[in-house]
C-alpha cells in the first residue's frame, strides 16, 4: 500500500455517533465517559467495521478530529476500534483545531480525507482553498444519518486513486 495514504480526519458525533445510521442492521449503542459523564453513543458496526479496516489495510491513516480527542480511549473502547492518532489534543476551540488539523495535512503534502457534520466547510472560498487540485475529499452528512455506505466507498475509491499528487 502507499507509505503516505490520505489522513482521514474523522469527527465523532454526527458522523460515527449517529441517531438512525443507515447501514441495514440494528445499531449497536454503548456509553463514552467524559468529564465524569456517561454520554449515548450509537454507531453502524459496519461502519466502524469498514473504517478499522481501511486504516488497517494502510489504504487511509485514520485520525481522530472530534471533540473526543481529549478521550480517545473511551471511543476507541465503545466503537472496538484500534488506538488512533488524535488531529490535536486538549484545545479551547475544537472547531479552529479542526480547521488548523485539516491544513496541515495539506500543507505536510498528504491527501485529505476530512468527514465532519458541521465543520467541514459548505461549497465556497474555504472549500475551494481545500480541494485545489483535488488532493482533498470533505464530506459533510446528515448528523442524523452519519456516514453512509455510499460515503465510504467514494472515500476508498479517493484513497486509492493514484493520478494525484
Known amino acids: 500500500m502507499d507509505p503516505d495514504p490520505p489522513v482521514w480526519l474523522l469527527d465523532v458525533d454526527g458522523v460515527i455517533n449517529v441517531r438512525r445510521p443507515g447501514w441495514g442492521a440494528a445499531p449497536r449503542r454503548g456509553f463514552a465517559v467524559a468529564e465524569g459523564v456517561g454520554w449515548p453513543i450509537r454507531f453502524a458496526p459496519a461502519l466502524v ?4 479496516q481501511l486504516h488497517r489495510d494502510g489504504v487511509v491513516e485514520a485520525r481522530w478530529c472530534s471533540t473526543w480527542c481529549s ?15 488524535r488531529a490535536f489534543g486538549d484545545v479551547p476551540d475544537a472547531s479552529v483545531a479542526k480547521l488548523a488539523a485539516a491544513r496541515a ?9 476530512w468527514t465532519d457534520d458541521v465543520v467541514v466547510p459548505e461549497p465556497g472560498p474555504l472549500y475551494d482553498e481545500l480541494t485545489a487540485g ?15 455506505p455510499a460515503d465510504v466507498d467514494e472515500i476508498e475509491r479517493f484513497a486509492r486513486r493514484t493520478d494525484t499528487a
Open 49 to 52: 467495521g469498514r473504517i478499522r
Open 71 to 85: 478521550w480517545p480511549a473511551e471511543i476507541e473502547r465503545v466503537l472496538r476500534m484500534p488506538p488512533l492518532d
Open 105 to 113: 495535512v495539506l500543507l505536510g503534502g498528504r491527501r485529505l480525507v
Open 134 to 148: 483535488g488532493r482533498a475529499l470533505l464530506i459533510r452528512p446528515d448528523p442524523r444519518r452519519g456516514l453512509t
